[in-house]
């Protein structure tokens, strides 16, 4: 059975930081390329950050220069350490988990808040 668990989650206040986990099972996680996801309240889900099998990365603008994916085959789980958060950030992050198209795998999310 394919698991992927986000954690880490939670209320910071603007210009903090979080570093999100998401921990996978049931799958050869090193030939899947990793994607972190947001979804703010009303919106559509958007993607944040992704990191191939090689570990090249890719991030949305809004969040260059203040998050880093990172993964850790060794754990099978992926990191994205998110700094100077803004308002704005606020959304409930997912973990996607995808083989070249031919399998795709969600987390159930975890809630981020920057509010003061």
């Known amino acids: 059975q394919v698991q992927l668990v986000e954690s880490g989650g939670g209320l910071v206040q603007p210009g903090g930081s979080l570093r999100l986990s998401c921990a996978t099972s049931?799958?050869?996680?090193?030939?899947?390329?990793m994607g972190w996801y947001r979804q703010a309240p009303g919106k559509q889900r958007e993607l944040v950050a992704s990191i191939s099998i090689s570990g090249s990365v890719n991030y949305a603008d809004s969040v260059k220069g203040r998050f880093t994916i990172s993964r850790d085959n060794a754990k099978n789980t992926v990191y994205l350490q998110m700094e100077s958060l803004k308002p704005e950030d606020t959304a409930v992050y997912y973990c996607k988990a995808e083989l070249r198209s031919l399998s795709t795998y969600w987390g159930q999310g975890t809630q981020v808040t920057v509010s003061s």
């Open positions: 049931g799958i050869a996680f090193s030939i899947y390329a």
